[in-house]
Nanobody
Framework: QVHLVESGGGLVQAGGSLRLSCAAS????????MAWFRQTAGQERSFVAT????????YYADDVKGRFTISRDNAKNTVNLQMDSVKVEDTARYYCAADRRSANIMRFTGHPEVWGQGTQVTVSS
């Protein structure tokens, strides 16, 4: 079975940094585009960032561009999201996702093949 397990969420002050990680198992990691989405109460999940199978193509949502960095370690089957200069509006539950389609499709699809269970990020003012 495919599993994605997120970690690294928590409480951080505005302007600070946080690093999320996602460990994947049960899949051939290099066959998958990986991504992060986020969701706040009452809202649909929205795209944050994605990275292609070998890490040379990345896309970001406009509101995180220049502040967040997605990366992957194919030797460890992990994908990370470095969040810098966080804002109160970054508060959300963050979900890791995997899909065998391209990174360009991942940034527009609301339905990746695999979701993690999510990790909560709360940014205080």
């Amino acid at each position: 079975q495919v599993h994605l397990v997120e970690s690294g969420g928590g409480l951080v002050q505005a302007g600070g940094s946080l690093r999320l990680s996602c460990a994947a198992s049960g899949l051939t990691f290099t066959h998958y585009t990986m991504a992060w989405f986020r969701q706040t109460a009452g809202q649909e999940r929205s795209f944050v960032a994605t990275i292609n199978f070998n890490g040379d193509i990345t896309y970001y949502a406009d509101d995180v561009k220049g502040r967040f960095t997605i990366s992957r370690d194919n030797a460890k089957n992990t994908v990370n999201l470095q969040m810098d200069s966080v804002k109160v509006e970054d508060t959300a539950r963050y979900y890791c996702a995997a899909d065998r389609r391209s990174a360009n499709i991942m940034r527009f699809t609301g339905h990746p093949e695999v979701w993690g269970q999510g990790t909560q990020v709360t940014v205080s003012s």
